[in-house]
T-cell receptor, first 107, second 121 residues
Framework: DIQMTQSPSSLSASVGDRVTITCRASQTISGCLNWYQRKPGQAPKFLIY???SLQSGVPSRFSGSGSGTDFTLTISSLQPDDFATYYCQQSCGVPHTFGQGTKVEIK | QVHLQESGPGLVKPSDTLSLTCTFS????????WTWIRQPAGKGLEWIGHIYANGGTNSNPSLKSRLTMSIDSSKSQFSLKLTSVTAADTAVYYCARERPYFGSGSCLEYWGQGMLVTVSS
């Protein structure tokens, strides 16, 4: 299986901060990298596909970058609605594996 | 508007078979994978497997020997059966629509709300 490692596992930030979450794959996955947002009691929400393509309706403060094994999710200016847990997922190899999640908390 | 909803027993006895159905609406069945994911309490998300409209499947090797997936396009439903369950199979189970994209990637663009299934006697 391709292992996905996210860092940090949690972070504290304030509204307006720039937040960066990284995701590293155990082998090259080209651009097969997706990002999801999860709030307590809710199903995950799909944010970004293909490492950098924003899903329709997702605010432009979210962006993704990277290729090969190293990927980044950036929130340019953190908003109150963004406090949640974020997961990366690779979809190149079966099984499609997720990172362990990064919890973004209010400072 | 695409909508998915999981249904099935919330309590399953050890060694029995876990059976779930996902009913979807708001879009075509073709051109997508129909996918199951689960999350045990306090643990990460685990991709279980997916099925295509023609019945083709891919599944997690860790579950493959116990897993059967099926799809009924006439009812807009797809199903999961997991045999010989143990407490380790206790989790919130999600169904999702998985969209292929450029290259060989795919993404889980719509999810059901999830359903807790507990394995206990």
């Amino acid at each position: 299986d391709i292992q996905m490692t996210q860092s940090p596992s949690s972070l504290s930030a304030s509204v307006g901060d720039r937040v960066t979450i990284t995701c590293r794959a155990s082998q090259t996955i080209s651009g097969c990298l997706n990002w999801y947002q999860r709030k307590p009691g809710q199903a995950p929400k799909f944010l970004i596909y293909g490492a950098s393509s924003l899903q329709s309706g997702v605010p432009s403060r979210f962006s993704g970058s990277g290729s090969g094994t190293d990927f980044t999710l950036t929130i340019s200016s953190l908003q109150p609605d963004d406090f949640a847990t974020y997961y990366c997922q690779q979809s190149c190899g079966v099984p499609h594996t997720f990172g362990q999640g990064t919890k973004v908390e209010i400072k | 508007q695409v909508h998915l909803q999981e249904s099935g027993p919330g309590l399953v006895k050890p060694s029995d078979t876990l059976s779930l159905t996902c009913t979807f609406s708001g879009g075509p069945i073709n051109s997508y994978y129909w996918t199951w994911i689960r999350q045990p309490a306090g643990k990460g998300l685990e991709w279980i497997g997916h099925i295509y409209a023609n019945g083709g499947t891919n599944s997690n090797p860790s579950l493959k020997s116990r897993l059967t997936m099926s799809i009924d396009s006439s009812k807009s439903q797809f199903s999961l059966k997991l045999t010989s369950v143990t407490a380790a199979d206790t989790a919130v189970y999600y169904c999702a629509r998985e969209r292929p994209y450029f290259g060989s990637g795919s993404c889980l663009e719509y999810w059901g709300q999830g359903m807790l299934v507990t394995v206990s006697s």
